[in-house]
């Protein structure tokens, strides 16, 4: 009983402390002495100070190796100095930045900048293996009497672009039986080089788009029958009539890919039919030839690199970074002037401490310098966008898992 009572007047002697505490709390802040005052003093960063920043923000390649090379992601990393590091929606959308450096046909260079690695990593990927294309898959030869093996001639065929617009496609049936014009397009294959004749090549421009489908018979004709017989496609209608061609043009994106040579009295006889497919199950549907990134190269000179120095500077770098300037009396003084060059050959830094510890090469490390080569089956603009499109439905299925 004692102690219940003791314990009840130490609580109201602690209760009564607490709020002294809060009172004087209180009036410290109303005289300008409470956390904003103490976040405001010189000495209490608001920001970080400029090491820790260079190594949040910047990958340090030094000689030996590059260090720093992680991105900082836990959201109080550095809450002791006041810091808020959590991802914020509002802050990314006005960070982030996309500029097209240089756009043509088949390839696409541009910046990417306030995106994490992992977000570009992701679209490389999904252009890699994700975006669909339409690519030969079932090959039926009737006759090869060339030196190219069956098997090899259709991987040969398999590989050979198509420019064709993948969207306007489904996908194939799973049991490989319902083959229409929604979901396959036919090539015919016949070349033949003449006894007495040189030897021919046989390029993809040999390859004959058949709108109306296969024509190759899929079982043996019976004599004397005047039905139709059935071929590897049941079309009911002509891809030429269909809306969707009438201004999407179906072509092979190189016209002069070797195939096969065939000697006097040689032959080759085939359909190949494409369907829609992805990378993922196999390269042929890849819709890129390469899709990668690099960080933005930074080249910081942490001191002067004057005449003869200068130049050995500018000899040093096969890309081209340095130039030389003159800054008067006679002097000459190296400048970074192509930074984006930069390679990381190392080379300038190579030669003792006398070079590394005067120049610092860096890598920005939410600045990515994305490239896109198309096959020729979309432009790369288009690809990106589709790129874009996949990981948005990725999202949204996740979204969709957790709520
Ligand atoms: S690392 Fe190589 S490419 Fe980059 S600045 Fe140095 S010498 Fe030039």
Not at 32 to 49: A, N
Not at 181 to 204: A, D, Y
Request: hydrophobic share 35%; proline share 5%; net charge negative.
């Amino acid at each position: 009983m004692n102690l219940l009572v003791s314990s009840s007047k130490e609580r109201e002697r602690s209760t009564t402390r607490m709020s002294e505490e809060d009172e004087s709390m209180a009036e410290q802040s109303d005289n300008g002495l409470g956390l904003d005052f103490i976040l405001s003093l010189d000495d209490v960063p608001s920001k970080l100070p400029p090491h820790l920043e260079l190594f949040r923000t910047r990958v340090l390649c030094n000689n030996d190796a590059p260090i720093h090379t992680d991105t900082i992601h836990y959201s109080g990393a550095y809450g002791a100095l006041g810091v808020d590091n959590s991802q914020q929606f509002d802050r990314f959308r006005e960070n982030f930045k996309v500029e097209v450096k240089r756009l043509t046909d088949s390839d696409m260079e541009f910046d990417m900048i306030g995106i994490d690695p992992a977000i570009a990593n992701a679209f490389r990927r999904i252009l890699i293996s994700e975006v669909p294309t339409m690519a030969i898959e079932r090959v039926y030869i009737a006759n090869n009497t060339s030196v190219v093996q069956d098997e090899v001639l259709s991987h040969r065929l398999g590989l050979i672009p198509i420019r064709v617009d993948p969207r306007l496609f489904e996908y194939p049936d799973t049991a490989g039986d319902d083959n229409n014009e929604k979901n396959t397009i036919v090539f015919r294959l016949h070349e033949r080089c003449q006894v007495g004749q040189p030897r021919i090549t046989v390029k993809s421009d040999k390859l004959k788009w058949l709108p109306n489908g296969s024509e190759l018979p899929s079982e043996d004709v019976k004599p004397n029958t005047s039905s139709k017989p059935k071929t590897f496609t049941s079309f009911t209608c002509s891809q030429n009539s269909l809306p969707e061609f009438s201004s999407n043009s179906l072509d092979l994106t190189d016209s002069d890919i070797i195939l096969a040579k065939l000697g006097p009295g040689q032959e080759i006889e085939l359909e190949a039919h494409a369907v829609k497919g992805i990378g993922r199950t196999h390269a042929k549907w890849s819709p890129v030839a390469t899709a990668w990134y690099r960080m933005l190269p930074e080249v910081v000179l942490l001191e002067d690199f004057e005449d003869e120095q200068a130049e050995q500077l500018v000899n040093k770098c096969e890309p081209n970074v340095f130039d030389i300037e003159d800054i008067g009396k006679g002097k000459r003084r190296a400048t970074v002037a192509r930074p984006r060059n930069c390679t990381l050959c190392r080379e300038c830094i190579r030669g003792g401490k006398e070079w590394e510890d005067r120049i610092s090469l860096r890598r920005v490390k939410h600045h990515f310098i994305f490239s896109i080569e198309s096959t020729g089956a979309l432009p790369p603009e288009v690809l990106f966008t589709e790129a874009v499109k996949i990981l948005e439905d990725k999202c949204e299925r996740v979204i969709t898992e957790f709520s």
